[in-house]
């Protein structure tokens, strides 16, 4: 647990709250889920609180957009990857056996769970300087006009630039409980021979991601 304080610069007063945001419902009780449900509404207010205070150029429906690209799956998955929080998860034996540690949806919930505990652990302050700092590359180094749109639009606007046809998207599987489903979908772009996988709790954000990786590929390839 020190290793992963010293990854998000923030040490726990009450050990328990960290202990909690990293146990899964699958594990037992008590579980990370009403520190995600607090968390998600710190994160909101943070990331909102830095787009209007450092983009004041922005309009109301862009700042929506750029937030709500930074605060959702995709964005929390990264930022739990870049912890390697997957390994200090505490999941029951079926979540294991099915690879729980790394599904994007338990990955991101328990990124919010960490929030919702450093926020009950000490204020406001506190949680903001760990997001601002976890945030950090993702906030300096992107143009926010470019992150207000999503994967799907860049990627169609790319091909129409070009003059390509649009990309296939294809569901390939539904994982879990009918209550906690993972959508995994594919993103196929046959001009590039580029086919893609996403994951996301709907069908969009899972063809979100699966354009993403898409551009990704072709703009390596293009490169």
């Known amino acids: 647990m020190h ?3 010293d990854r998000i610069k923030y040490t726990f007063k009450n ?12 594990f037992g009780t008590p ?5 995600e449900f607090l968390g998600d509404a710190v994160l909101n207010l ?4 830095y787009l209007f205070e450092r983009h004041n150029d922005l309009p109301e429906g862009e700042l929506t957009r750029v937030r709500s690209v930074l605060v959702d799956q995709d964005g929390l998955t990264r930022i739990s990857m870049d912890l390697d929080l997957g390994n200090y998860l505490k999941l029951g034996a079926g979540e294991q056996k099915t690879g729980g540690s790394e599904r994007p949806s338990i990955l991101s919930d328990a990124v919010e769970a960490l929030f919702g505990a450093v926020y009950i652990d000490s204020g406001f302050e506190s949680v903001e300087r760990v997001i601002q700092y976890l945030y950090s590359s993702y906030l300096e180094n992107t143009d926010p006009r470019e992150l207000s749109k999503d994967p799907k639009t860049k990627l169609q606007e790319f091909l129409q630039g070009m003059r390509l046809g649009l990309p296939d998207y294809q ?6 409980e009918a209550h906690d489903q993972e959508f995994v979908v594919e993103c196929r772009v046959s001009t590039f021979d580029v086919a893609a996988r996403g994951n996301g709790r709907s069908r969009r ?3 979100q991601e699966a354009a993403r990786l898409a551009y990704k590929l072709i703009s390596e390839r293009e490169a």
């Open 31 to 35: 579980n990370n889920e009403r520190l």
């Open 3 to 5: 290793e992963l304080e």
């Open 46 to 49: 943070v990331i909102g609180r």
């Open 171 to 176: 569901v390939i599987d539904i994982l879990g």
């Open 205 to 207: 954000s899972a063809e």
């Open 15 to 26: 050990q328990s709250l960290l202990d909690e945001a990293l146990t899964h419902r699958s």
